[in-house]
């Protein structure tokens, strides 16, 4: 009961439900909020904080920024979910922050658009090296299984496309990424498909800010080429696994296309079923499928492979032996 009037008391300040209004319509940064609200930073800060400690606002940094939203989960999320309704919208004060929201991230959409299509340059012409994307998504979704799954995280979220595309079997996603700005982009992505069920963070996949056993489905596409000891990656994905979680994995077969290296960052040249069973073994994860998506002109063309391993679940009784689909 203590805990409810407290969340109640720290509520019923003007700027305090303007701010949780604002942030029911999206995370923001304390900056943004200063520009929306009209005060100063250290008097947002100073609201975020007593909202942060009453339970209904959290905090995720990202690298120098910090965003800022409602609770999605704990003893303050029901109140969270209702302050956007709750809010008369002919408020002439609430009617002033929602156009000045509508700016801020109109500024920020811009920003982001900016650098997507920087980065698409050398998106398009790695795409025209193998299948297309739909084929793709199309794969993972059918290797994924058709869930439901309550919490999903996909590591390296890009523009947060594959966020889109298990939105219909998931409750919740969470993305992650290093990029800031690809992280923007994720947002404006996610915002525009209407997902209020997803969210980015900054992360980096051999930290995954997350608790052991957490979710029901990890995706990793096209990330794990990029890295120095995918194996790592890995291990720190089936970490964060359930019992019977799925780690699904969308990478390229070896191939000898030298340019990924120079010109792209890549620093591996695709990865054989043989490695990736002994690392998705070795990380405590059983490998139950496999396949492989072939361009109709393979001369100097990319070969995706998808790899879907599962977190065994604790057996009480005696276990029957079951087959494994691994066809290639």
Same mark, same amino acid.
């Given at each position: 009961m203590e805990h409810l009037i407290g969340q109640l008391k720290a509520l019923a300040e003007p700027t305090r439900l303007r701010v949780a209004t604002l942030l029911a319509?999206?995370?923001l940064t304390v900056s943004e909020l200063v520009q929306v609200l009209g005060q100063s930073q250290p008097r947002v800060s100073r609201h975020l904080k007593l909202l942060t400690d009453a339970g209904l606002v959290e905090r995720q940094p990202e690298g120098a920024f910090v965003?800022?939203?409602?609770v999605s989960a704990?003893?303050?999320q029901r109140i969270a979910n209702v302050i956007g309704d709750l809010t008369p919208p002919d408020d002439p004060v609430l009617k002033r922050d929602l156009d000045r929201l509508a700016s801020v991230k109109a500024a920020r959409a811009a920003a982001a658009e900016s650098y997507f299509q920087r980065a698409n340059e050398d998106w398009d012409r790695i795409r025209a090296l193998h299948l297309s994307e739909d084929e793709v998504e199309? #794969?993972? !979704?059918d290797a994924a299984g058709s869930g439901p799954f309550q919490l999903m995280i996909d590591v390296g979220v890009g523009t947060g496309r594959i966020l889109e595309v298990f939105a219909d079997r998931v409750s919740e996603s969470v993305g992650i990424d290093v990029n800031h700005a690809m992280l923007n982009v994720a947002r404006l992505n996610l915002e525009r498909a209407g997902?209020?069920?997803a969210s980015v963070r900054k992360a980096d996949v051999s930290a995954l800010p997350f608790d052991d056993g957490v979710a029901d489905l990890v995706t990793v596409h096209q990330v794990l080429h990029y890295l120095d000891d995918p194996a790592v990656a890995i291990t720190e994905c089936a970490r964060v696994l359930k019992p019977g979680g799925v780690l699904l994995i969308a990478d390229f077969a070896p191939h000898q296309l030298e340019f990924l290296k120079t010109d792209h #960052?890549? !620093?591996k040249l695709g990865f054989s079923d043989e490695e990736m069973t002994e690392w998705v073994e070795s990380a405590g994860l059983e490998m139950r499928r496999r396949s492989a998506l072939h361009p109709e002109e393979p001369e100097n063309r990319l070969t995706v492979k998808i790899w879907s391993a599962r977190r065994t679940p604790v057996r009480t009784s005696q276990p029957s032996i079951a087959a494994k689909d691994v066809s290639a």
């Open positions: 319509l999206g995370e965003f800022y939203r409602l704990g003893p303050g199309a #794969a993972m !979704r997902l209020t069920g #960052a890549h !620093r």
